[in-house]
């Protein structure tokens, strides 16, 4: 259980981009010590956690759903990991993992 709970806190994650403006096309965002950019780390994390969670097929069929913002398609989530990082850290969107319930984004926390 608290497995699960740990793997929907990551996927509360993907939702912290979506409150915020969709990000502008670029590169991603900062490059951290290991010469992989944060932005990829954080979206490598985010579907880490959907496989965790056994949710990743239905994501990428109907998208997640966002607290107070709606469901996303996982292109559009996968995109705000790679621009905006901080979006899917502590204190940003919340995401509504079935059979969970609502899940805070916290799985691209600096470590």
Known sequence: MNRKLVAAAAASCLTLGLGASAAAAGP????????????????QAGISTLQTLEILDDVARDGIEVVDVGTLQLPTVLELHRQSPELFQTGGV??????????AA???DPA
Do not use: E, F, L, S
């Not at 991603?28 to 979206?43: D, E, F, N, S, T």
């Open 106 to 108: 916290t799985w691209c």
């Open 94 to 103: 919340t995401v509504v993992v079935p059979g969970i319930g609502d899940v």
């Open 28 to 43: 991603p965002a900062g490059v951290p010590g290991k010469g992989v950019p944060a932005g990829i780390q954080c979206q």
